[in-house]
């Protein structure tokens, strides 16, 4: 059985409608902080295995050609998408950012352990 979808000629409203975004369509989105400044982008996304939930987006930040670039997993639910921005908001600012969870490319997080999740999870969300 062929699962495949092929896009092809059908355009933009095959990959993103007024709910529905394709994934490649949001890495290499903006993202800004409540005043609407620049802070990076979302360099790929974490999805869920089991529940199909974004679980989070990994913003980049500086750097210059991939080369000293940090990187941010954010929860998905803090982020919000701003049409007026054509990004993503989310409400810090850059001294909540320089404290957050990051890592280098050169040194990936272990996604399959709780306790650096927990610690992202930790820092941005607020106890339920």
Known sequence: MNYTTDVGQRGLETEETAQLIA??????TAVYDRNGNHLGQVHHLMIDKHTG???YAVMSFGGFL???ENFYPLPWKVLNYGPNLGGYIVDLDRNRLDKAPSFESDNMPDWSDRRYT???????LPPI
Do not use: L
């Not at 927990?118 to 820092?123: L, P, S, V």
């Open 53 to 55: 939930q974004i679980a």
């Open 23 to 28: 994934s490649d369509k949001v890495e290499g």
């Open 66 to 68: 991939g080369i000293g």
């Open 118 to 124: 927990g610690r992202i999870d930790e820092y941005w």
